[in-house]
C-alpha cells in the first residue's frame, strides 16, 4: 500500500490573491490547508469561485496528480473501459496512473449508467487511498436528480459524503459577472434575429449526440456559429440536456460561440428551472448580446 506523507499539505500562501474573499471562500481554503483532511467535496451555485480555488489547491500539490472535468475525462473513461475489456482497474492504471490526488471540475450525474461506473470508480479509487476533491453544482445529496434511478446512486451518495468533507462554496457574489477580459467561450455572442450560417440547433441537439461527439465536434473547429436557437421551454428534455452539454464542452475548451435566437437570454431559459440551466445561463451571460433591429424597419 502506497504511503500518503505531508507532502500533501498545501500553504495558505496558496490562494493568496488581489481580490478579496468571501467568507465561504475562505472557510473552503480552511478545510483545504489542513493537513489533517481526507478529501473535499465544493459545491454551490454557479460563479462562486469553486474552480478558481480547485486550480489554486492543484497548482500547489507537490505529490502526482490529475485534474480532470466532468465530460472529457467521461469520454475517456469510457473509451479506455472498452479497450480495456471492461477492467475497471486496468482503466483506472491507463487513465491514472500512480497520481495521489485526483481534481475532478464540474462533477454532476445524470445518466444512470453513468451513474453505475461512477459508483465503481469512486469504490476503486477509495480503496487506492487517492485524495479526491472535487465542485460541482450539486450537493452530494443531489446527484442523480431523476427520481426513478436517484435511489441506485444513493450507496455512492453515501460514500462521498463519507469520504469526503462536504464544503458549501455559496458566498453572494457571480464573479463571472466581474470578469475585466474577454476571450474564450466569452469572446462570443448572442444574437437575436440574426442572420443564417452555421450549424442549427436542431442538428446539434435534436437527435441523440453524446458528449463524446461534441467533444470530438470541436477538435474540428476554432469557432462556432449555433443558429436557431429555441426557448427551452419549448424544447423537449433531452434536446435541453444535450444543449446544456454541449454549452459545458464549448466553455470548458475555451471555443467562441456565437448564438442566433428569436429570444433574448432574458426570456431564454424562462419556464425552466435546475441547477444545469442555472450554470448554462450564468455562462451564456458572458456573451456579448445584440439584437439585430431590421426587422422592426421592414
Known sequence: MRTRTLRREVPRSAFDTDFRLDD?????????????????????????GKTWILDRYFDAVT???????????????????????????RTLDELLGDIEVLCFDEFHVHDVGDGRLISRMLDALFARKIVLVLTSNYPPDGLLPHPLFHDSFVPAIELLKAKLQTVRVDGPVDYRTHRGSVSGFAAGTWSVNAGAGGVSFAELCDSP?????????????????????????????EAVQRFSNLVDVLYDAGVPTHFHSDVGLDEFAQGCNGLDIERIVSRLCELHKHEDKRDAHS
Not at 63 to 89: G, Q
Open 24 to 48: 465561504a471562500q475562505v472557510a473552503a481554503i480552511e478545510v483545504l490547508t489542513r493537513s489533517d483532511r481526507k478529501g473535499v467535496y465544493l459545491w454551490g451555485p454557479v460563479g462562486r
Open 209 to 237: 449526440k453524446s458528449t463524446g461527439d461534441y467533444l470530438s465536434m470541436i477538435e474540428q473547429v476554432e469557432t462556432l456559429t449555433i443558429t436557431g436557437v429555441p426557448r427551452l421551454a419549448d424544447a423537449d428534455r
Open 63 to 89: 505529490t502526482p496528480k490529475k485534474r480532470v472535468h466532468f465530460h472529457s475525462f467521461f469520454r475517456d473513461l469510457h473509451a479506455s473501459y472498452f479497450r480495456n475489456h471492461f477492467s475497471l482497474e
